[in-house]
C-alpha cells in the first residue's frame, strides 16, 4: 500500500505500552458490555504489571490492538477519503500519499489524546521519493525489496560456508549452534524471498535447507 507514494510519514507513539492504563484496559477490552464485573477485573489483572500493558507479554499485542480499534478504524476512514495509505505496526505508524504532513500529525494527535496516548515528537520522519523509503525494513520506493545492507550481509554469509564448510565458517564467528545457526540463516533467507521471489534466494533456501538435515 505504501509503494511509490511521493511522500512517507513515519509516526511513533510514545511510551506505548506504559502509557496503556488498567482502567483503559478494562473499559475498552474487558468491561461490562463483555465480563461480569469481576471477571473484566480479574483479567485486566492478569493483563497489566503495576496497572500498566507490560511490553514483552505475549497478551499484550492483542490488548493494545483491540485499544487502538477505534483509532485504527477512524484514522483509517479519514485517510480513505483523502487518498492517504495507512497502516500500523504496534507503536509504529506510517502514511503514505501526497499530503501536507503536519495536516495528519494533528489529526492523529488529536485521535491520540483521547486514549492518553501522544506522539513521540523525535521520532517523526519525512520521507520523500528521492530518498530511501522504508516500511518495516522494507524498500518501497519503485518496487518492494529488503534493504541491500540486509541482502548483501545473507549473500557474504552464504559465500563463507561455500568457501570455508559450515563447521570452519561457525568456528571462524564463534558460534556453537550449527542448528540454531541454520535456523536464523534459513528464516532470514525465507523473509527476502517472501519480498522478492528472486531466483537467487530460491537457491539459498536449497542450499541451507540440504545443510540442515
Not at 137 to 151: F, L, M, W
Not at 170 to 184: A, D, E, G, H, V
Given at each position: 500500500?505504501?509503494?511509490n507514494k511521493k511522500?512517507?510519514?513515519?509516526l511513533d507513539i510514545e511510551n506505548f505500552f506504559d502509557n496503556i492504563s488498567f482502567m483503559n484496559i478494562y473499559n475498552k477490552v474487558?468491561?461490562?458490555k463483555y465480563f461480569p464485573k469481576n471477571i473484566g477485573i480479574l483479567l485486566t489483572y492478569l493483563c497489566?504489571?503495576?496497572d500498566y500493558l507490560p511490553q514483552g507479554a505475549p497478551t499484550s499485542p492483542y490488548i493494545s490492538n483491540l485499544i487502538l480499534y477505534e483509532f485504527?478504524?477512524?484514522i483509517g476512514k479519514w485517510c480513505n477519503n483523502l487518498n492517504i495509505a495507512y497502516s500500523r505496526y504496534s507503536d509504529d505508524l506510517t502514511f503514505s500519499g501526497d499530503f501536507k504532513p503536519n495536516m495528519v500529525i494533528t489529526k492523529v494527535q488529536k485521535l491520540l489524546n483521547r486514549l492518553e496516548l501522544k506522539l513521540n515528537e523525535n521520532k517523526t520522519v519525512v520521507i520523500s521519493n528521492n530518498k530511501r523509503q522504508l516500511v518495516t525494513g522494507i524498500v518501497v520506493n519503485k518496487k518492494c525489496q529488503i534493504a541491500s545492507e540486509y541482502r548483501k550481509k545473507i549473500r557474504q554469509e552464504i559465500y563463507y560456508i561455500k568457501k570455508y564448510g559450515i563447521d570452519n565458517h561457525l568456528n571462524r564467528i564463534n558460534i556453537r549452534s550449527k542448528k540454531k545457526y541454520l535456523l536464523?540463516?534459513?528464516g532470514r533467507i525465507n523473509y527476502v524471498y517472501s519480498i522478492t521471489k528472486q531466483n537467487?534466494?530460491?537457491d539459498y533456501l536449497n542450499y541451507i535447507k540440504n545443510l540442515a538435515k
Amino acid at each position: 500500500m505504501h509503494l511509490n507514494k511521493k511522500i512517507i510519514l513515519k509516526l511513533d507513539i510514545e511510551n506505548f505500552f506504559d502509557n496503556i492504563s488498567f482502567m483503559n484496559i478494562y473499559n475498552k477490552v474487558f468491561s461490562l458490555k463483555y465480563f461480569p464485573k469481576n471477571i473484566g477485573i480479574l483479567l485486566t489483572y492478569l493483563c497489566t504489571y503495576n496497572d500498566y500493558l507490560p511490553q514483552g507479554a505475549p497478551t499484550s499485542p492483542y490488548i493494545s490492538n483491540l485499544i487502538l480499534y477505534e483509532f485504527d478504524e477512524e484514522i483509517g476512514k479519514w485517510c480513505n477519503n483523502l487518498n492517504i495509505a495507512y497502516s500500523r505496526y504496534s507503536d509504529d505508524l506510517t502514511f503514505s500519499g501526497d499530503f501536507k504532513p503536519n495536516m495528519v500529525i494533528t489529526k492523529v494527535q488529536k485521535l491520540l489524546n483521547r486514549l492518553e496516548l501522544k506522539l513521540n515528537e523525535n521520532k517523526t520522519v519525512v520521507i520523500s521519493n528521492n530518498k530511501r523509503q522504508l516500511v518495516t525494513g522494507i524498500v518501497v520506493n519503485k518496487k518492494c525489496q529488503i534493504a541491500s545492507e540486509y541482502r548483501k550481509k545473507i549473500r557474504q554469509e552464504i559465500y563463507y560456508i561455500k568457501k570455508y564448510g559450515i563447521d570452519n565458517h561457525l568456528n571462524r564467528i564463534n558460534i556453537r549452534s550449527k542448528k540454531k545457526y541454520l535456523l536464523s540463516l534459513l528464516g532470514r533467507i525465507n523473509y527476502v524471498y517472501s519480498i522478492t521471489k528472486q531466483n537467487e534466494y530460491k537457491d539459498y533456501l536449497n542450499y541451507i535447507k540440504n545443510l540442515a538435515k
